[in-house]
Structures are given as structure tokens and as C-alpha cells.
């Protein structure tokens, strides 16, 4: 598998659930970024992560990073149909940021 | 709040003419980028540009791109003989600092149709 591959594919939840995608990577990383991505639109960052970081919250949001099994986690609480996006990670590398297939989150009202 | 800028929002063009994707990052910013995103695929690396210069790019930039910052404000991606493969979302993007420490804030994007 490639650098930045998130898992599941595709989740589909009701509005209140929580929503948790996962990421994986294979090199080393010195940051980890999430990004939001509605359809045929920008990607707009959500949050980043140093490697020296276990840990983050923003909101809603919260993050996981365990680089000893190279996978983050995006947990994103009280879901909203708002949410309904693709999500993906991203990876620093010496050549620019590293993007994984992404998760197609659909929250359903 | 400050965001990065992109025109045209929608570019067609016939193969083999010459493209200019023009993007306005964030005034404070340093590192200056581009990604492309082929529809239903990755978002791709293609090029970081720093105090006026390349600083790295990916196989994808090949000698048909070339990036240029030809005033204080803008930063565009030049595409010099377009292929059909070369349709797709194309991403500037914008940090503060370098790509290691720092959040990338991307625009709106471009989309290139090549017929």
C-alpha cells in the first residue's frame, strides 16, 4: 500500500453517531494532516499533528497519531449532515505533502 | 480570514495549447505549492516553490510545467503543450514556513478539461 491510506473506504452514519477513519503510513513523518474535501470542492485543513504528538483536539475533532504502528485516527464526534465529506490524511515528505485515497464520510439526517 | 485564491475556477482547452493557472496565496506566506487531483484519484504532489525558486517537485512536473511568481502577489503554473492526461483539479496551496513544520492551506482549485 502507499503512503497516507485511509480506511474504511466509505462510511455511512446517522447524524448524532460519532465517525472514526483511520490512516496509515509508511515512512517516517515529521507532521500529519487531516483535510475535509466536499465534492468537486478545495480541500480545507481541519488539523495537524507534530510526530511528537499523541493527541489533538479542535472542536468536534480529535485526532490520534501512533507512530510506532506509522497510523492516525480522525474521530469526529456528535456527526452533522454538514459533515458529509471526504476525508483524507496527509503526510509531510521532502516532496510536498503525500495524500491517501481518503474516507467518503455520508451522515444521513 | 485570509484564503488562497485561484482563477479561472473552469479552463478548457484544445491539446496541445498552452495553459496559465494563476493562484494568489496568503499575503504572509512563504512556501508556495502545487497538487493536482485527476478525478476519482490521489491528490498529487507536483511542485514547492521558495524565495523564488523551485525547491522540489515530482516526476509529474516534467518539462512541459513551469511555475513562475511574477509579482508580489500571484504564483502561477504554466502548462506549455497540454495532453489529454493532463485533465484534472489542479490545487495551490500556501504555509507560512517550510512543508515539515506547517499547515497547507489550499484554494478552491482549477479545473483543467483538455479536449
Known amino acids: 500500500s502507499q503512503q497516507g491510506e485511509e480506511d474504511p473506504q466509505a462510511l455511512s452514519i446517522q447524524e448524532g453517531e460519532n465517525a472514526t477513519m483511520n490512516c496509515s503510513y509508511k515512512?517516517?513523518?515529521?507532521?500529519l494532516q487531516w483535510y475535509r474535501q466536499n465534492s468537486g470542492r478545495g480541500l480545507v485543513h481541519l488539523i495537524l499533528?507534530?510526530?511528537?504528538?499523541r493527541e489533538k483536539h479542535s472542536g468536534r475533532l480529535r485526532v490520534t497519531l501512533d507512530t510506532s504502528k506509522k497510523s492516525s485516527s480522525l474521530l469526529i464526534t456528535a456527526s452533522r449532515a454538514a459533515d458529509t465529506a471526504s476525508y483524507f490524511c496527509?503526510?509531510?515528505?521532502?516532496?510536498?505533502?503525500?495524500f491517501g485515497q481518503g474516507t467518503i464520510l455520508t451522515v444521513h439526517p | 480570514e485570509p484564503e488562497v485564491t485561484q482563477t479561472p475556477s473552469h479552463q478548457v482547452t484544445q491539446m496541445g495549447q498552452e495553459v496559465i493557472l494563476r493562484c494568489v496565496p496568503i499575503s504572509n506566506h512563504l512556501y508556495f505549492y502545487w497538487y493536482r487531483q485527476i478525478l476519482g484519484q490521489k491528490v498529487e504532489f507536483l511542485v514547492s516553490f521558495y524565495n523564488n525558486e523551485i525547491s522540489e517537485k515530482s516526476e509529474i512536473f516534467d518539462d512541459q510545467f513551469s511555475v513562475e511568481r511574477p509579482d508580489g502577489s500571484n504564483f502561477t503554473l504554466k502548462i506549455r503543450s497540454t495532453k489529454l492526461e493532463d485533465s484534472a483539479m489542479y490545487f495551490c496551496?500556501?504555509?507560512?514556513?517550510?512543508?515539515?513544520?506547517?499547515?497547507?492551506?489550499f484554494g478552491p482549485g482549477t479545473r483543467l478539461t483538455v479536449l
Open positions: 515512512t517516517s513523518i515529521n507532521n
Open positions: 496527509a503526510t509531510d515528505a521532502s516532496r510536498g505533502l503525500t
Open positions: 496551496a500556501s504555509s507560512e514556513w517550510g512543508p515539515s513544520y506547517n499547515e497547507q492551506f
Open positions: 499533528i507534530r510526530s511528537n504528538e
